[in-house]
């Protein structure tokens, strides 16, 4: 102390930068003080504004009224401007730019329209929209679309949900995708909604009650996003086929022991499984999942505003939100981080077009074999090719992600497609030479979605205009009578 007061009596200019130093030091902690005790009270202020909101509320809006920050963003699931390379949010008629969807589909509904999913927003609009849903449907259809689905299984129990026909519940079964579908109304902690991914785990022998945070931060994404499959002829009760394995072939051999069939190919009389979109199990097999990311992590990152912490709900492809999403863990650069991801999925995209491509070729062909008076016990063996190929196919291109969840196992999947078509085309190509059929077969032109849709016997003015008279009429009625009915009940329990 003697030492300082002696340089700064003979430099009285020290003293003054002291002194300046010192009030610039007071200032800042002064500052952070004043920030850290706003930020508390903002915090304060969020918990005394929470309203009560009740068990089964499935208005978004109403939860919107707490939580604000998390609705904002889950309101961009309406946004459908990006597009990546092979995904995105953008509405794209996925027959249109793949035709040979519509082959491969021939005799399901799906061969009739297919477009790429949309945000959680349109959960609602697209299901009602779609011609898949001109084909009689069970309400278990309903199931994840909406959190009115939780309300009216407490309401019906979910076994009587599952029996009942889609469009009976169609102005019950209203709001899109939401906040109830994963969260408790009175602690906000993440809970599951929907009885058939705890079934499939207890099955399993598994209590996902004794979850972590960080793996529910995936199990409620899993609750939809999985391979499933609507058991028993009058139940439709959902199903998920976990009980040999996650693996493709685990649920083959699930689906063979119990067998189902989704429907009879229209073309090669195959009896087929169609996948859903099995985006948990492949994510299961995957690099991410390995270093024990949850979903939520890369699809729903945190995010900062007026010094408050939380979940951005605007769910989405992270290559929309590289910054946030991936350069958390990842250094490089988000040009080189986007590159990376379309490398691998390019790669899986060249396998899948092979698959697809032998495929085709490969129902024509028993299509022909058929019509030449070929017999059951000779195209037995050829059609249990194409059942376990198209499978395999379909396990792939039906997921979410799939290629960059996990390329290797997609590679592996596809690969094991392409070898078992093949076989089947071998199989086919011996037996159309003894039925007198000249090789190689002329293939039909299916380049075009209307093509392709011609070829297999799709009258589709006919079909668009049945869906007109349904988009008219009976959504304004259903709508009509969800507001009334919400209107009189405002606090749905």
């Not at 992270?318 to 990842?330: E, G, K, R, T, Y």
Request: aromatic fraction near 10%; glycine fraction near 6%.
């Amino acid at each position: 102390m003697k030492k300082i007061s002696e340089s700064i009596k003979d430099k009285p200019w020290l003293g003054w930068v002291l002194y300046g130093g010192t009030v610039i030091v007071v200032f800042i902690v002064g500052l952070l003080a004043s920030t850290i005790i706003e930020r508390r009270s903002e915090s304060n202020l969020i918990i005394q504004n929470v309203r009560p909101i009740n068990d089964w509320e499935p208005r978004n809006e109403v939860w919107g009224e707490n939580y604000p920050r998390e609705y904002e963003t889950y309101l961009k699931t309406a946004d459908t401007t990006f597009a990546s390379e092979h995904g995105g949010s953008a509405n794209i008629d996925m027959l249109e730019r793949y035709p040979d969807l519509v082959v491969l589909w021939a005799g399901y509904a799906f061969s009739r329209d297919y477009n790429q999913s949309r945000g959680h927003y349109y959960a609602i609009k697209d299901i009602r929209k779609t011609l898949r849903t001109d084909v009689p449907q069970p309400a278990t259809c309903w199931t994840c679309k909406s959190p009115d689905v939780p309300r009216m299984m407490q309401q019906l129990g979910a076994a009587q949900f599952y029996k009942k026909h889609w469009d009976e519940l169609g102005s019950e079964i209203v709001n899109p995708i939401g906040c109830q579908d994963c969260h408790d109304p009175k602690t906000m902690n993440l809970r599951i909604t929907r009885p058939a991914l705890a079934e499939a785990f207890q099955r399993q022998g598994i209590d996902i009650t004794k979850s972590t945070h960080q793996e529910m931060r995936s199990l409620v994404c899993a609750q939809c996003h999985v391979e499933y499959y609507f058991k028993g002829k009058e139940e439709k009760y959902l199903t998920f086929p976990w009980d040999k394995g996650f693996t493709v072939e685990n649920m083959e051999a699930y689906y063979d022991s119990v067998n189902h069939v989704d429907w009879v190919h229209s073309l090669s009389r195959t009896p087929m499984l169609k996948a859903q979109h099995p985006d948990f199990e492949l994510f299961k097999s995957g690099i991410h999942s390995q270093r024990g990311l949850s979903c939520a992590d890369c699809h729903m990152p945190y995010k900062s505003e007026g010094g408050i912490k939380f979940t951005d709900h605007h769910v989405q492809s992270p290559l929309n939100n590289i910054s946030n999403s991936c350069q958390v863990c990842h250094r490089e650069s988000e040009n080189t981080l986007r590159l990376n991801v379309y490398d691998r999925q390019e790669k899986v995209k060249q396998l899948e077009k092979l698959s697809t491509n032998a495929l085709v070729k490969a129902h024509i062909e028993a299509k022909a074999a058929w019509d030449k008076g070929a017999t059951e016990e000779q195209m037995k063996p050829i059609l249990t090719l194409i059942r376990q190929a198209q499978w395999r196919w379909d396990f792939v291109a039906a997921s979410h992600g799939g290629a960059f969840h996990a390329p290797l196992e997609c590679a592996r999947i596809l690969g094991n497609s392409i070898q078992k078509s093949e076989d089947a085309r071998t199989l086919l190509a011996g037996l159309l030479s003894k039925l007198g059929v000249e090789l190689p077969l002329q293939i039909p032109d299916v380049s075009t979605k209307q093509k392709a849709q011609v070829y297999i016997g799709l009258k589709m003015d006919s079909l668009y205009k049945a869906k007109s008279v349904f988009i008219n009429e009976v959504i304004p009625k259903w709508d009509k009578e969800a507001l009334e009915r919400q209107n009189k009940n405002y606090g749905i329990k």
